[in-house]
């Protein structure tokens, strides 16, 4: 690459960063607002998404994964317990370790709060021209591509 291919490469990340945060906080925008989960703190909203999409944790665990205290994330799954959005299991062998899993009730509420934001989403997006909607696709396409190369999760 010459240098002006290497500045003009430079210059579009740039923009393409601005441009994610621009949309990043609309996703959080969207996440925060109101509906039957209003009343979650973000730390349970958190919580809730990461035993969605990783699986059942002990209780440290799940802390580390959410940049929390152990007793912190026991007051934390106490509360989501006492909604019936968590299931606390003793270890079998250890009956120290306490594992975490989504329950029912937590799996429907995270699906109606993903889908309220998905149909936000949708609204937007149906304002675009079809060649502006195929240029998306194509560039997260190659986002995910770039992400799934470098061991990083993302929704396709």
């Known amino acids: 690459m010459i240098e002006s291919d290497v500045d003009q490469k430079s210059f579009l990340i740039e923009e393409v960063v601005g ?72 270890d079998a062998t250890d009956r ?5 899993a989504i329950s029912e009730a937590g799996d429907t509420l995270l699906d109606v709060m993903m889908g309220m934001k998905r149909d936000k989403v949708r609204r937007i997006l149906s304002h675009m021209t079809t060649e502006e909607l195929e240029h998306v696709t194509g560039a997260l396409r190659g986002l995910n591509r770039v992400l799934h190369e470098q061991g990083e999760s993302a929704g396709s």
């Open 96 to 100: 120290r370790v306490v594992h975490v």
């Open 19 to 90: 441009r994610l945060d621009g949309v990043m906080s609309y996703q959080r925008r969207a996440f925060c607002a109101g509906g039957p989960h209003r009343d979650l703190s973000l730390p349970q909203r958190f919580g809730l998404i990461t035993l969605h999409e990783r699986g059942p944790h002990s209780v440290s665990s799940l802390a580390d994964l959410l940049g929390i205290t152990a007793p912190s994330a026991s007051t934390l799954i106490d509360r989501m317990e006492e909604r019936g959005l968590v299931l606390r299991d003793r």
